[in-house]
């Protein structure tokens, strides 16, 4: 069920997904492994790539609507889920966990395709470095900055002066 919540964050702007996410992440001990191995099947499914998710994800960050959701939707008071540290944190967990699992489940249909994106991917992971999770919208449309950050820091050409 679990894993139905990343195909509703791609495909709707609806802010309890994300608290939903959030929860059922901090709250059910799921490993992080087997929730990347269910959202990569759903999202599989769905034809939604990884980056896809992504840049959908920070889309909803947009969306007012998403916003007041997110807050709406908070049911332990102690915690406070701002939206924009949400899309973060499922960014920089997506780049950890779920890009791999969606290699993966393209392993099984595409085998050659799949093992050199998986070589590809081994080799950014084992520089130590993220890419940027800050998206940057530009003439309609959004693409994600390009830079390579340590876990925890900011990109430079995002830091406020």
């Known amino acids: 069920m679990i894993g139905t ?3 509703a964050l791609a495909q709707r702007s609806k802010g309890r997904d994300l608290n939903d996410l959030e929860l059922a992440h901090v709250y059910l001990g799921l490993y992080d492994g087997q929730l990347a191995a269910c959202a990569a099947h759903y999202l599989h499914h769905e034809r939604i790539s990884s980056n896809e998710f992504k840049s959908r994800l920070f889309a909803h960050l947009s969306d007012p609507n998403f916003v007041d959701d997110v807050a709406r939707f908070i049911t ?6 701002e939206p924009d540290r949400l899309v973060e944190k499922w960014i920089w967990w997506s780049e950890e966990f779920l890009d791999r699992a969606t290699i993966e489940v393209d392993l099984a249909n595409d085998v050659h395709q799949a093992r050199d ?7 950014h992971r084992h520089d130590g470095l993220n890419q940027c999770t800050q998206w940057i919208t530009e003439f309609g449309s ?9 876990a925890e820091e900011s990109c430079k050409a995002h830091r406020p002066e």
């Not at 994106?117 to 080799?123: A, F, G």
């Not at 959004?142 to 340590?150: E, G, I, L, M, Q």
């Open 5 to 7: 919540k990343f195909r």
């Open 76 to 81: 332990d008071p102690s915690h406070t889920f």
């Open 117 to 123: 994106r998986l070589r590809e991917w081994d080799e």
């Open 142 to 150: 959004s693409r994600r900055c390009v830079n390579r950050v340590a």
